[in-house]
C-alpha cells in the first residue's frame, strides 16, 4: 500500500460540480508583509468584546452545549423580529430561520428552489460568493447592468417579456443586493425595489434579498428594505451579523413566508446553528451591544473610505471610483487598457492583495474593474496599500501607454 503523502498524486473521481474547483492553498494565501484590501473582513480594532457574554452562554451549558432547535432559539429569533422592526419590517417569529450565515441561507435557497438549469437573475456586477453557490446549484444565469438607482427594472422587465413572448423558462429567483451592494456599493432607490416586487408578481420569481451593509452607513437617508414593499411573500431576506457584529460567530437568519422557513429549515443538514453562539448573539442584541457597534464601525469605517478615496486620487490618476454612503467596498473603474488580473498579480507582488472585478461577473467578465475593501486595513495601511496598488499600476500604464483620461 502507498504511503499517504502530503502533496497526493492520487487520481480521485470528481464529482464534475468539483472538477475545476480548488480553494487556494493556506500558502498561497499566506504572505508576510501583504496588506489586506481585497477581502471584506470587519476591522479588527473594533471586534466586539464578548468574553462576558461567552461566559453565561457557557454557564447555560443544558442548553448551550446541546443541539439546538431546528428553527434557531425562540429568543434569537424573537430578537430578530425586534431588530427588523427597525427598518418598518413587521415578521413574527414563524417568519424567522436561524441558519449559520447568509450564505448558508443562500445555499438553502437554492436546494429548495432550483434545479439544475434554472435561471436567476443577478446584477452585473454581483456578489461573488453568492455567483459561486448559484454555481453549485447549477444555475443559468440572467445579469442584468446596474445604474445609479441600482438594477436596471426596465432592461429586467423587457428581458422578463422576451423570455415570456418567447415562450422560454421564467426564472425562478432574484439574486441581489439593495443597500451598498457588494461590490458596487450602489445603494437602490426606493422606486426600483417597489418595481422589483411588482416584477416579481407579475413573472413570478422570488426575490432573495441580501442585506448584510444596510446599517453601515455613513451618509444620507435609508430607504425601505425590498421586504418593506412585499404584500404576497414574494421577497425572502437574508441577514447576517457578519457586518454588525463579527463574522467569526457564523449567524444569520432568512426572513421569509412561513411556507418557505419550513422548506428551508427540512433542507438543513448541518445539525443546527449552535446554541453557544446563538446564546451570545441574544445577549449582544438585548444588551445594546449590537447598536453601540453598528455606530462605532460606521463612523471609523467612513474615515477609512475617506482615506482610501483620497490615495486613488493621488496614486491611481485615470481611474474612478464611486463614493459610498456606506458599506465595506470601492468599485474602481481601469482604463480599458489595463487588465484586472494582471494588475492584481503585480499588486500582490508589491505586497497588496486585492481584488478582480472579473470574479464579480457571473457571465461575461470585462477586465477593467477592481474591488477593494477598506473595512479591514486602518488608515495607515490603506494609504500604504493603495500606494503599493500605485506603483503597480503606473508600471503596467508605461506599458501599455494610450490615454487614460478618466477622473476619479
Ligand atoms: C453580499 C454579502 N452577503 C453576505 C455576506 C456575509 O455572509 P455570511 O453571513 O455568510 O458571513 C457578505 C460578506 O462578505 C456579503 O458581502
Known amino acids: 500500500m502507498n504511503q499517504p503523502t502530503n502533496q497526493s498524486t492520487q487520481r480521485y473521481r470528481w464529482a464534475k460540480r468539483a472538477r475545476d474547483t480548488v480553494a487556494p492553498s493556506v500558502a498561497a494565501a499566506a504572505h508576510g508583509n501583504l496588506i489586506e484590501l481585497g477581502g471584506g473582513y470587519d476591522f479588527p480594532d473594533t471586534l466586539p468584546d464578548i468574553v462576558p457574554e461567552a461566559m453565561a452562554a457557557a454557564e447555560l451549558k443544558r442548553e448551550t452545549l446541546q443541539y439546538g432547535p431546528l428553527y434557531g432559539l425562540e429568543d434569537l429569533r424573537d430578537a430578530i423580529v425586534d431588530y427588523l422592526c427597525q427598518d418598518g419590517i413587521t415578521a413574527t417569529r414563524e417568519n424567522i430561520l436561524v441558519v449559520n450565515g447568509a450564505k448558508h441561507a443562500l445555499d438553502l435557497a437554492c436546494r429548495v428552489f432550483l434545479e439544475p438549469g434554472d435561471s436567476v437573475i443577478v446584477a452585473a456586477p454581483t456578489y461573488m460568493n453568492a455567483v459561486r453557490i448559484l454555481n453549485h446549484a447549477e444555475a443559468h444565469f440572467i445579469s442584468i447592468p446596474q445604474d445609479a438607482e441600482g438594477m436596471d427594472t426596465e432592461i429586467l422587465r423587457d428581458c422578463l417579456q422576451a423570455r415570456h413572448d418567447a415562450g422560454e423558462p421564467l426564472p425562478k429567483l432574484l439574486f441581489d443586493m439593495p443597500d451598498f ?200 495601511g490603506i494609504v500604504e496599500g493603495v500606494k503599493r496598488l500605485g506603483r503597480a499600476y503606473a508600471a503596467m500604464r508605461s506599458e501599455v501607454g494610450g490615454p487614460t483620461n478618466r477622473l476619479v
Open 181 to 380: 451592494h457588494n461590490p458596487t456599493a450602489i445603494a437602490m432607490s426606493a422606486a426600483r425595489r417597489e418595481r422589483l416586487v411588482e416584477l416579481a408578481t407579475d413573472y413570478d420569481f422570488v426575490i432573495i434579498e441580501d442585506d448584510p451593509y444596510r446599517h453601515i452607513r455613513f451618509d444620507g437617508e435609508p430607504v425601505p428594505p425590498i421586504k418593506a414593499f412585499d404584500k404576497n411573500g414574494r421577497v425572502i431576506s437574508l441577514g447576517t451579523v457578519s457586518k454588525i457584529l463579527a463574522p467569526g460567530l457564523r449567524i444569520g437568519w432568512v426572513n421569509a413566508d412561513p411556507a418557505i422557513i419550513r422548506r428551508m429549515a427540512s433542507h438543513k443538514s448541518d445539525g443546527g446553528t449552535s446554541p453557544l453562539l446563538q446564546r451570545i448573539v441574544v445577549q449582544l442584541f438585548r444588551n445594546g451591544t449590537v447598536g453601540r457597534h453598528i455606530a462605532t464601525l460606521s463612523s471609523v469605517l467612513r474615515v477609512h473610505r475617506d482615506a482610501m478615496i483620497d490615495a486613488i486620487r493621488e496614486h491611481l490618476p485615470g481611474t474612478s471610483v464611486y463614493s459610498p454612503n456606506g458599506g465595506y467596498f470601492l468599485w474602481i473603474w481601469l482604463p480599458p487598457q489595463i487588465d484586472a488580473d494582471e494588475l492584481v498579480r503585480r499588486a500582490a507582488n508589491e505586497g497588496v492583495s486585492i481584488i478582480s472585478g472579473r470574479l464579480c461577473f457571473a457571465e461575461e467578465p470585462p477586465g477593467s474593474f477592481l474591488r477593494l475593501a477598506y473595512s479591514f486595513s486602518g488608515t495607515t
